[in-house]
């Protein structure tokens, strides 16, 4: 017998032998010949090697932050990768290909470089093989921004948000009529494909489940005062310290800290202080607090210093503005993206609310919202990491009162808040009164801004929240 190990693949050819083997439609007929024609016994399956593109913003390199897969997983297209970490933002990588995953490339906190493999995936090789392209989602994105999917030939448009929820509930995006501009899928219309198909909203799951604590009936009874006496103090032992130094790369935030505080240094820094009677902005704030909460949003006081230090810019736009690396040229920035320095797991980050100039206090409380949200869950985007042209420091939310923040290239200016502490103040026929003190520390840019200049935005800044009403007089 001439053929050996026959399969079915789509490769066929012709090579020299004994014999030729020629196929008919009810049998296989030989003849002494010297070709053979025969079948070479390959896989069907091809691997790719599926690389990591492009983020943008000049990004070379990313930390790997977590797996959603592993080998030997079945992946789709636009299934969730992996998470990477640059020095910017967090990203998530989703496929392009609908296989199997052969190789990790790395393995969790390794530095992946772009335009290098990060995983290999093993394809259908008769469906063919689109020209490399990753598909790279970065789940908090401006409500303007989209993205673009290929689904079964139909361009569907929709939010990165948008395609993890339908990805969470089993949902092809193909099969969802969208009622946004130029036929957008919103989160609406995922929510109301899954009420008629299982007659209940499905909301996505978060990533880490928060237990609520059981109810009083529930909890275990304390130990009565005469038992708890009689629980044994340990005895102390002495410490044996057996512990070693450990060296550990700079990465991720902490990276991007580095460089942002080096560029700092060269910045001469102008200091300036005061402090700020907020009695009427607390109770303005706990009247306003329930209608906020009826309309979904968390109110705090910061929107209303975000507000108020926007009014104070466009009365002094150079505190708004940036210099360039020679010294020869500023640029008044005609946007006010006023950032908010925020404490997290991964470090400190400074996330800022766009075009402050032309939003309501709600819409900054909102924004803020968001904001905190994903920077909580790490899955702050570039976009709401970069441009800022301004920046507060809210350190008053852990402690202390003064400070002495430093300027985050270009910017040319910031304030951190200190807490608000109930002080005694005289009013204006000298009567002692209880008082909602908060102090509040500038630095400026001293090479563009002098300490007048500084003293000035201050002063009109501690006037609108001395007195909110005041506010409305230039609100537009």
Same mark, same amino acid.
């Given at each position: 017998v001439c053929i050996h190990r026959v399969r079915s693949c789509s490769s066929i050819r012709f090579i020299k032998s004994k014999y030729v083997c020629v196929f008919d439609k009810s049998a296989l007929k030989f003849s002494h010949q010297q070709r053979l024609f025969r079948t070479s016994a390959v896989s069907c399956g091809q691997i790719v090697q599926f690389k990591l593109s492009d983020i943008g913003e000049g990004i070379?390199?990313?930390?790997?932050?977590?797996?959603?897969?592993?080998? &030997?997983?079945?992946?789709?297209?636009?299934?969730? !990768? +992996?998470?990477?970490?640059?020095?910017?933002?967090?990203?998530?990588?989703?496929?392009?290909?609908?296989?199997?995953?052969?190789?990790?490339?790395?393995?969790?906190?390794?530095?992946?470089?772009? &335009?290098?493999?990060?995983?290999?995936?093993?394809?259908?090789?008769? $469906?063919?093989?689109?020209?490399?392209?990753?598909?790279?989602?970065?789940?908090?994105?401006?409500?303007?921004?989209?993205?673009?999917?290929? !689904?079964?030939?139909?361009?569907? %448009?929709?939010?990165?948000?948008?395609?993890? %929820?339908?990805?969470?509930?089993?949902?092809?995006?193909?099969?969802?009529? &969208?009622?946004?501009?130029?036929?957008?899928?919103?989160?609406?219309?995922?929510?109301?494909?899954?009420?008629?198909?299982?007659?209940?909203?499905?909301?996505?799951?978060?990533?880490?489940?928060? !237990?609520?604590?059981? *109810?009083?009936?529930?909890?275990? *009874?304390?130990?009565?005062?005469?038992?708890?006496?009689? !629980?044994?103090?340990?005895?102390?032992?002495?410490?044996?310290?057996?512990?070693?130094?450990?060296?550990?790369?700079?990465?991720?935030?902490? $990276?991007?800290?580095? $460089?942002?505080?080096?560029?700092?240094?060269?910045?001469?820094?102008?200091?300036? +202080?005061?402090?700020? /009677?907020?009695?009427?902005?607390?109770? %303005?704030?706990?009247?306003? $607090?329930?209608?906020?909460?009826?309309?979904?949003?968390?109110?705090?006081?910061?929107?209303?210093?975000?507000?108020?230090?926007?009014? &104070? %810019?466009?009365?002094? *736009?150079?505190?708004?503005?940036?210099? /360039?690396?020679s010294c020869q040229n500023v640029t008044y920035k005609a946007s006010h993206n006023i950032g908010v320095a925020m404490d997290t797991e991964q470090g400190l980050i400074v996330p800022n609310v766009k075009n402050v100039q032309v939003c309501s206090v709600f819409e900054i409380a909102s924004e803020l919202n968001r904001l905190q949200s994903l920077g909580s869950a790490g899955q702050l985007g570039t976009n709401d990491l970069t441009g800022g042209t301004f920046t507060l420091s809210n350190i008053g939310t852990i402690g202390g009162t003064y400070a002495k923040p430093v300027i985050l290239p270009p910017e040319v200016a910031i304030g951190a808040l200190g807490k608000i502490q109930v002080l005694p103040r005289f009013n204006g026929k000298g009567e002692v009164f209880k008082a909602q003190i908060m102090n509040v520390s500038w630095s400026a840019d001293h090479r563009i801004i002098d300490g007048a200049t500084m003293a000035r935005f201050s002063n009109l800044w501690k006037s609108y929240l001395e007195n909110p009403a005041s506010m409305l007089l230039d609100l537009k």
């Open positions: 070379t390199e990313v930390t790997v932050k977590e797996w959603y897969i592993k080998e &030997g997983d079945s992946v789709s297209q636009f299934d969730s !990768i +992996c998470e990477v970490q640059s020095d910017k933002a967090s990203v998530t990588i989703t496929s392009r290909y609908d296989g199997i995953i052969r190789k990790l490339h790395y393995n969790l906190d390794e530095i992946a470089y772009v &335009g290098k493999p990060l995983v290999d995936i093993e394809i259908d090789a008769s $469906k063919g093989v689109a020209p490399e392209e990753d598909v790279v989602e970065t789940p908090p994105m401006s409500h303007e921004e989209h993205t673009h999917q290929e !689904i079964k030939g139909h361009k569907t %448009l929709a939010t990165p948000a948008v395609r993890r %929820l339908a990805m969470e509930n089993n949902i092809k995006l193909s099969e969802v009529v &969208g009622t946004g501009k130029d036929n957008r899928i919103l989160k609406e219309d995922i929510l109301n494909y899954l009420a008629k198909q299982t007659g209940a909203i499905l909301p996505p799951s978060p990533k880490a489940e928060i !237990i609520p604590p059981l *109810p009083k009936s529930e909890t275990v *009874p304390a130990a009565p005062k005469d038992k708890a006496r009689k !629980i044994p103090v340990p005895v102390s032992r002495p410490i044996v310290f057996s512990g070693k130094d450990k060296t550990e790369p700079i990465t991720g935030f902490h $990276k991007a800290m580095v $460089k942002t505080m080096s560029a700092a240094l060269k910045i001469p820094h102008f200091g300036y +202080c005061d402090e700020i /009677d907020l009695t009427q902005l607390v109770q %303005l704030r706990e009247e306003l $607090k329930p209608l906020a909460q009826i309309r979904g949003v968390k109110l705090s006081f910061m929107p209303f210093f975000i507000k108020a230090a926007s009014l &104070g %810019l466009l009365q002094y *736009p150079i505190l708004n503005a940036s210099l /360039d690396e």
